[in-house]
């Protein structure tokens, strides 16, 4: 029967239970750990590409999937006359968006691309409401208005612990990563419009600490809550103790503490964390 599908890459933070009843198919990435190619959820974990990336030598390298294999999913996926809407992470982060626009421009189907302005969970947010409302008839454009729609309505921030990674990774400018290195400079990224931007820098944790109460606060006055996510790098007692401090604020929401993706991980760095909400107003 013909419907709309959803397809994402494999930096949506998604949980394989969500994946499997929602059918969202993923189009992974590759990642090199001292030249050996793992590819995402398939043959390597989030868990285990934090192991790798700890004790390997060099910082590990992304790659977005190949055009070829966007342009196999999609028409595979639209053999029964179905459209597709393609939901991807950031451009500040990866071109994977355009490798999916040329797949489209390819593809015997009609796809449909979205640019998320996220990633991880922020992401995985949109693709899940993207799909319950596929599953109801949704057309494609009512689905991608609707993802936008969450878009406006979700918080990613997140806590860099070493600039390091971001440096190496050409994220951040290399005198940055210098100061950060001479003086503990610690920031917190905010992913919002698709950029990435600095909210807050300072020496050792109490300025990160201070600046993520701020956002407890500002989270106190949200009446419909959605979703809370804590991913994290490595930092499972961070993301625990941030888990306590929210879960009596919304004792009905379910927050979900995961390691992220290897994307996320490997610009973000050890002890990198993010905490990512969605609400309604």
């Known amino acids: 029967m013909a419907t709309v599908k959803i397809?994402?890459?494999?930096?949506?933070?998604?949980?394989?239970?969500?994946?499997?009843?929602?059918?969202?198919?993923?189009?992974?990435?590759?990642?090199?750990?001292?030249?050996?190619?793992?590819?995402?959820?398939?043959?390597?974990?989030?868990?285990?590409?934090?192991?790798?990336?700890m004790t390997s030598k060099t910082l590990p390298k992304t790659s977005q999937p190949p055009l070829g294999t966007f342009v196999e999913t999609f028409d595979k996926l639209g053999e029964d006359g179905s459209s597709v809407v393609c939901f991807n992470m950031l451009e500040a982060i990866s071109g994977t968006v355009h490798t999916a626009e040329q797949a489209a421009n390819l593809s015997k189907t009609d796809v449909t691309v979205v640019d998320s302005g996220t990633t991880d969970r922020g992401l995985a947010y949109q693709v899940i409401e993207a799909a319950k409302l596929a599953q109801q008839g949704g057309t494609?454009?009512?689905?991608?208005?609707?993802?936008?729609?969450?878009?406006d309505h979700t918080k990613l921030y997140m806590g860099v612990m070493t600039l390091n990674n971001l440096v190496k990774g050409g994220r951040i400018k290399r005198v940055t990563g210098l100061i950060s290195t001479l003086l503990n400079i610690k920031i917190v990224l905010e992913v919002t419009h698709g950029e990435l931007n600095i909210e807050t820098k300072g020496r050792g944790m109490k300025t990160i600490d201070k600046f993520y109460n701020k956002v407890y606060d500002q989270m106190q006055t949200i009446k419909h809550m959605k979703g809370i996510c804590i991913s994290h790098v490595g930092a499972i007692?961070?993301?625990?103790?941030?888990k306590e401090k929210l879960q009596p604020m919304f004792p009905e929401v379910p927050i979900l503490v995961r390691e992220t993706v290897p994307i996320i991980a490997t610009h973000g760095g050890p002890g990198a964390f993010a905490l990512v909400y969605y609400y309604d107003d």
């Open 237 to 242: 007692e961070t993301a625990n103790k941030i």
């Open 7 to 53: 397809v994402t890459d494999s930096s949506a933070g998604l949980t394989d239970q969500e994946v499997k009843e929602l059918n969202i198919t993923i189009v992974p990435l590759s990642v090199m750990i001292d030249d050996t190619i793992y590819v995402e959820r398939e043959t390597i974990t989030n868990e285990e590409f934090y192991q790798k990336m």
């Open 140 to 151: 494609p454009e009512e689905i991608v208005k609707r993802a936008a729609d969450v878009n």
